[in-house]
C-alpha cells in the first residue's frame, strides 16, 4: 500500500521548471512578457532537449528521494524517482505512456486518465509561441491576491477540455502559483496546487528551483532543482519501452 501511495503522489508532479502561459492587459501581452521574463522566443525555438535533477520530500509519507526528468522535442517526456529503493519511471515515448509497476516491477501501460496528462506534459515548449496551433486556448480572468500579491489569472484550456490556471507575478511575469486537475494512481482525480519559487537562469533560460505541491488541500511534496542540462543530445531510445 506504501508503495502505490508514493506512486500516487508522484504520478500528479506536473513540472512546472517552465509553465506555458496564455494568448490575451490583454492575454496577448501577459504571454509576450512572460516569454520574455523566461528568456526569449530565440530560448524556446532552440530547445531541443532537458535533463532536470533535484531532491524530492513525501511529507505525509515522511519519505525522501531524487528525480530525473528528461524532455525531448517535440514530444517525448520520462521521469525517473527513486524513493526508498525503487526507481519508478513514468514515460511517454512520442505514441504511448508507460511505467513501471512499483508492486511488481513489471513495465506495464499507463493508465488511461493518467496517460493523457502525461502526454500533454510532453507537448513541445514551443506550443507556448504558437497555442492556437497546438489547440490551446486562454481566458484571462479576474486578479487574485496570492500571497499578499495581486496577480494576473489565466485560465489555459487543453482541446480535451482539461485546464490549468496560472497566478502570473506582476512585477517579473513568471508563474508563482499553478492549479491543475489530475489523475491519480487510484483512479480518480485530484486537485494540484503548485507553488513556484527560486527561480534561476539555466544556459539562458530561467526557472523555479523550489516547488511546493498541495494535492486536495494538503501539502504532500517538495521539490529542490539541483541541476539542469541543455542541449545534451539525447537519444530516443531513452524514451524506449
Known sequence: MKKAIILSALAVFTVCVLTVPG????????????????????IFTGLEDMTVSGDLD???QGLSGTFTTYKKEPDKRRMDFEV????ITQC??????????PQSGEVEDMPEAQAADFKRQAMPIISMLDPEKFGIS???????????????????TYQDGSQITMYIDPDTYL??????????QFGGRSDVVQ??????????????????????????????ITEV?????????LFAR
Open 58 to 60: 513525501l511529507l505525509q
Open 138 to 156: 486562454f481566458v484571462l480572468k479576474d486578479k487574485e491576491t496570492v500571497d499578499g500579491k495581486e496577480c494576473y489569472v489565466l485560465e489555459q
Open 84 to 87: 526508498m529503493g525503487m526507481i
Open 195 to 224: 507553488i513556484l519559487s527560486d527561480f534561476r537562469e539555466e544556459s539562458g533560460m530561467v526557472m523555479a528551483h523550489s516547488i511546493t505541491s498541495f494535492m486536495d488541500g494538503e501539502e504532500y511534496l517538495r521539490i529542490a
Open 92 to 101: 511517454y515515448d512520442g505514441e504511448t505512456a508507460w511505467m513501471t509497476n
Open 23 to 42: 494568448t490575451a492587459q490583454t492575454a496577448e501581452e501577459i504571454l509576450n512578457k512572460m516569454v520574455d521574463a523566461q528568456g526569449g522566443r530565440a
Open 175 to 184: 508563474s508563482h502559483q499553478v492549479k491543475s486537475d489530475v489523475a491519480n
Open 229 to 237: 542540462k541543455i542541449n545534451t543530445g539525447m537519444e530516443d531510445s
